[in-house]
């Protein structure tokens, strides 16, 4: 008899979940664990649900996707890939929408990295780096 492993057909979802995620942004694996800070391999083990990311690396790849933890490992997530914004929570990305994964594909490769980076920062660096990049657009736009 084989018994129902609980841990396993979660990390098949998060690994499910991940795959979609991150073929909806367009991203190699590579790119991804790039991101996150972790090997390759590591991502492809969570992807195919050989393991399961430790928390503070599963909190890292839904800031890297612009999602919850809970979109993370839901089996209930289509809405989020069909192009629908996530209700974010309360303090997640401080209540600002966060970019629909069916439009992140349509950025180029450096819009995308910047955009995942971005989602990786602490919070009050976000803003700094923000009004920076702000500043140097408009100053190439009046060249």
Sequence with gaps: MVRYNKDFNNSLQIGDNLKRFRKACALSQQQVADAVNIERSSYTCYETGKSIPPIPTAVKLARAFGVTLDDLISSSNNDLLQGRVA???SDFYAGEPILPVT?????TKIERE???HFRLMKYEDM???LNKIIE???QNEQK
Excluded at 103 to 107: E, R, W, Y
């Design 103 to 107: 439009n992140f594909q349509n950025l």
């Design 114 to 116: 910047l955009v995942i």
């Design 87 to 89: 209700e974010p929570e």
């Design 127 to 129: 803003d700094y780096y």
């Design 136 to 138: 140097t657009a408009n």
